[in-house]
């Protein structure tokens, strides 16, 4: 089995510190494409001792942290948000990118009013995966109840998508960035890679992708895409 990698620099686009946190897991565990959830341990202890040795390692170099977990930050334990807490302050770090799931939106305000008190600004990205709400729920298994995307970014500052599976098109996937893009500060596109998750990837349509779509967006400041899980430097 690989090495769980926990922490790394993202040195082009938007420059921050990244790392990836274990906590309870995803409570949702529905989605059709994802077994992310598998990191997790109900262990709060071992938890601990597995983000402090990550979060140890972040240097405040850019200000700038991004925290990813199996899930959504309300299901990280507070011991571990709060030494998040406690690098922001000893490294001078002043925003702090977070993970939401849609049906946590109602977590978000709180943990920003949190982070505000120590000075910290948050930016909170939610999985949309795609605008197609009928997509979205009948192939992808979301549980995402919105269809608006400008209601549907409401807390939200920042969407990830979700591309190279069955039935997408050039045109869907041109179509989901740029309503990412006018909806939310940042979009983050992942590309599908098989897992253990039922949902399965289309390589016709990744190629696609790489033809067609990441010319138009490889330059963008604004776009995060990973054509790999990993391209971020954290993970397995």
Not at 152 to 168: A, I, K, R, T, Y
Not at 195 to 217: G, H, M, Q, T
Request: proline share 3%.
């Amino acid at each position: 089995m690989l090495e769980m990698q926990r922490y790394s620099v993202i040195k082009d686009k938007n420059p921050r510190e990244i790392v990836l946190l274990r906590g309870r897991g995803c409570r949702y565990k529905r989605c059709a494409f994802c077994d992310y959830h598998d990191d997790a341990s109900a262990n709060e202890t071992e938890n601990l001792q597995i983000n402090k040795q990550a979060l140890d390692s972040v240097t405040g170099e850019y200000g700038v942290l991004e925290v990813i977990n199996s899930g959504s930050f309300c299901e990280l334990e507070d011991s571990t948000l709060r030494l998040v807490e406690e690098v922001c302050a000893t490294k001078a770090i002043g925003t702090v990118h977070f993970e939401c799931h849609w049906l946590y939106r109602h977590y978000v305000p709180a943990l920003r009013e949190r982070f505000a008190k120590i000075g910290v600004a948050l930016k909170i990205k939610t999985g949309v995966e795609t605008f197609d709400a009928d997509y979205r729920e009948r192939v992808m298994l979301k549980g995402i109840r919105e269809t608006s995307p400008e209601r549907l970014s409401e807390g939200f500052d920042e969407c990830c998508l979700l591309f190279g599976l069955p039935e997408q098109t050039v045109e869907s996937m041109i179509a989901d960035v740029e309503t990412g893009l006018r909806y939310f500060s940042r979009v983050c596109v992942n590309i599908m890679v098989e897992n253990s998750a039922p949902l399965k990837p289309d390589l016709a349509v990744r190629e696609l992708f790489i033809k067609e779509v990441y010319p138009k967006y490889k330059d963008n400041l604004r776009v995060d895409i990973l054509l790999h899980n990993t391209d971020f430097g954290v993970g397995a």
